[in-house]
């Protein structure tokens, strides 16, 4: 079984640009998770997608957006480039909607490192 | 707001030594998930062990426990006769159940060394 793949691997962009970053979940996942990890403020969530619906967001500007395809297939897209939007964005996958009490776990993606210039 | 607090940075232990990672943890809900992922420098975030809140019984994966001490709010990994593929990050992850949407709230971290 395929994990979850994460596209492109590095990414250079120019501050001003926008970018799109894409992540394929595990096959049967429907919930994807977002997360920006950087030195100085670690592991934040940026937002969680669960059948094409955004169920949370964490505390990040607009330009952070997101969205899912109905193959549960995910996009970030970032606007207007920042030199502070440098960071490795890690995608993660669950199989259970994370609403239950059901034994959770989030498979996680080996990241879009992005370089803002 | 759930909030998790790891306060070693960095720590090293020596090749089949035992080591322990601290986590504390702020939070007003009754039932959850706490979690310990590894990060080595592949980057990817792997899953090490995993613990409900609502169980007393602490969780155990091969070389890996916890020490869940739910009033206080603290949840220690300990890894046993450490090996040299141990050497990553460790963070400590918080999920709220139910309603908790498979959002983590991660701690900042502690850098593991195995020296030989």
């Known amino acids: 079984k395929a994990g979850v793949t994460q596209t492109p691997r590095y990414l250079i962009k120019t501050r001003g640009q926008q970018v799109t970053l894409s992540c394929s979940p595990i096959?049967?996942?429907?919930?994807v998770s977002w997360y920006q990890q950087t030195p100085g403020q670690g592991l934040q969530f940026l937002f969680e997608?669960?059948?094409?619906?955004?169920?949370n967001k964490g505390n990040f500007p607009g330009r952070f957006s997101g969205r899912q395809f109905s193959n549960s297939r995910s996009e970030m897209n970032v606007s207007t480039l920042e030199l502070g939007d440098s960071a490795l964005y890690l995608c993660a996958s669950s199989y259970h909607s994370g609403q239950g009490a059901q034994n959770t776990e989030a498979f996680f993606g080996q990241g879009t490192r992005l370089t803002v210039v | 707001a759930q909030t998790v607090t790891q306060s070693q940075p960095e720590m090293s232990v020596q090749e089949a030594e035992t080591v322990t990672l601290s986590c504390t943890y702020d939070t007003s809900e009754n039932n959850y998930y706490l979690f310990w992922y590894k990060q080595p420098p592949s980057r990817q975030m792997i899953l090490v062990i995993r613990?409900?809140?609502?169980?007393?019984q602490n969780a155990t994966e091969n070389r890996f426990s916890v020490n869940f001490q739910k009033a206080a709010k603290s949840f220690s990994l300990k890894i046993s006769d450490s090996q040299l593929g141990d050497t990553a990050m460790y963070f400590c992850a918080f999920m709220k159940l139910p309603g908790g949407g498979n959002k983590l709230t991660f701690g900042t971290g502690t850098q593991l060394k195995v020296e030989l």
């Open positions: 997608y669960f059948s094409e619906t955004q169920r």
């Open positions: 613990q409900e809140a609502y169980k007393q």
């Open positions: 096959s049967g996942h429907r919930s």
